[in-house]
């Protein structure tokens, strides 16, 4: 019976050690498992401790701002106008002849007299001397005629001849005059025709493009003409202006001062010129309810060009010391014209403002912010009343204490 018990026990120490050898590595999983999870657990609960916005709704967008101070307001009035030319003149031939020279080049600028063209002056020539020929042929019969009458008033006064053949004689005196006086305007003519071979420039100014070339027969009934001059220096800009505008630009005037006018680009991008308003038209155009008006510029680097579309502004006033804000900041929608204002909490509300006269890149501000007072200038368009904004530093500024200690987690993070 005892060698049968201890069999029994063999037995049994035999069929647990295998056993054992199963609930060691079972148990390692199963630590290994409650560590993974408590530590999935601590990381989020580190995560919400150090992301409190994500508890109450969507984080704070980043968005550009600037602050509401006191400057000079311009008022300007803003106008398409047309480059023009004081004076510009079509040279055309006041006779017809063959061109035989050519005194310029295409873009020169010529003054008031500069030789331009030159036709062929020898039929002109030969009309000259003809009517000179006939002028001299009837001044000596004048002459001879004018001895004979001397001679019959003297035979008159002998009683020698009859009084017909005097008055005969004064009367073909008279004839001679008047043949001679025809003669005179021949040789005038035939002088003029023979300048007019000589063509200069009527103006001062800038020749455009040579509309003939040498050798071509020209006439006075060409329609396209030789060359077009047009004054460059100085230069207008015509513009117009709707009639409420014309009070103010009057007051302007009459304070005897030059009402300053800029010219830009059509696109508005780049000032081309600076001017003064020189003159005002003296009725409002009925079908436009708009003054036309003339400023002058004095074009030294020729940057205006003639009937070339430009932007005129004219300043009328200067407003001193307004309130304004850019221009990006303004808003217009269900409330009318507003600002996104950032209160003292980084959280943004919707502010009424009225407007006053825009000044380049800002705008000035009647009623509605204070000085000092933050508005949204960029990213406006993601925002309601109520959002909480965070407005970045600007590039290359120190950080803050706030935002120092706000990466500071982040940095043991990394770590």
């Not at 005059?177 to 000589?198: E, F, M, P």
């Amino acid at each position: 019976m005892d060698d049968q018990s201890g069999r029994s026990y063999g037995d049994m120490q035999g069929a647990v050690r295998p056993r054992r050898r199963f609930i060691r590595p079972l148990l390692g999983l199963l630590l290994f498992g409650l560590l993974a999870v408590g530590g999935w657990y601590g990381w989020q609960a580190w995560n919400r401790a150090h992301q409190p916005a994500r508890r109450g709704g969507p984080p704070p967008q980043s968005v550009g701002a600037a602050t509401a101070g006191r400057q000079n307001i311009r008022v300007l009035f803003n106008a398409l106008g047309t480059v023009t030319s004081l004076a510009t003149v079509t040279v055309k031939t006041q006779i017809a002849g063959k061109i035989v020279q050519i005194g310029f080049t295409e873009g020169q600028k010529v003054q008031k007299g500069d030789f331009l063209l030159q036709i062929d002056p020898r039929p002109y020539q030969v009309a000259l001397s003809n009517a000179q020929g006939a002028l001299a042929r009837d001044q000596a019969q004048l002459k001879n005629a004018q001895l004979d009458l001397t001679r019959y008033r003297t035979l008159l006064a002998q009683d020698s001849v009859a009084r017909q053949q005097v008055d005969t004689q004064a009367a073909l005196v008279r004839q001679y005059q008047g043949t001679i006086a025809v003669d005179q305007a021949a040789v005038d003519s035939a002088q003029l025709n023979l300048a007019y071979c000589h063509i200069v420039s009527p103006i001062t100014g800038k020749v455009g493009l040579r509309q003939v070339d040498l050798g071509n027969y020209v006439q006075p009934g060409d329609a396209t003409g030789l060359v077009v001059v047009a004054q460059i220096q100085p230069i207008s800009v015509v513009f117009a202006l709707p009639e409420d505008e014309i009070q103010a630009v009057q007051e302007a005037i009459n304070t005897g001062k030059p009402v300053p006018t800029e010219a830009w680009d059509r696109a508005d991008q780049h000032k081309l010129e600076d001017g003064a308003l020189a003159s005002v038209d003296v009725q409002v155009d009925v079908t436009t309810g708009t003054v036309k008006l003339r400023s002058m510029f004095a074009n030294p680097d020729e940057k205006l060009f003639p009937n070339q579309f430009v932007n005129a502004k004219l300043l009328v006033n200067t407003l001193q010391n307004q309130l304004a804000v850019p221009t990006t900041a303004i808003q217009r929608g269900e409330p009318g014209t507003f600002v996104y204002l950032i209160g003292p909490d980084n959280e943004v509300h919707v502010q009424k403002v009225t407007l006053g006269p825009t000044d380049g890149a800002n705008v000035a501000v009647v009623d509605g912010l204070h000085e000092g007072d933050r508005i949204v200038t960029d990213g406006a368009d993601r925002l309601r009343d109520g959002a909480k904004v965070t407005v970045p530093p600007p590039p290359g500024a120190a950080p803050t204490a706030a935002n120092e200690k706000s990466d500071q987690p982040r940095q043991r993070h990394r770590q």
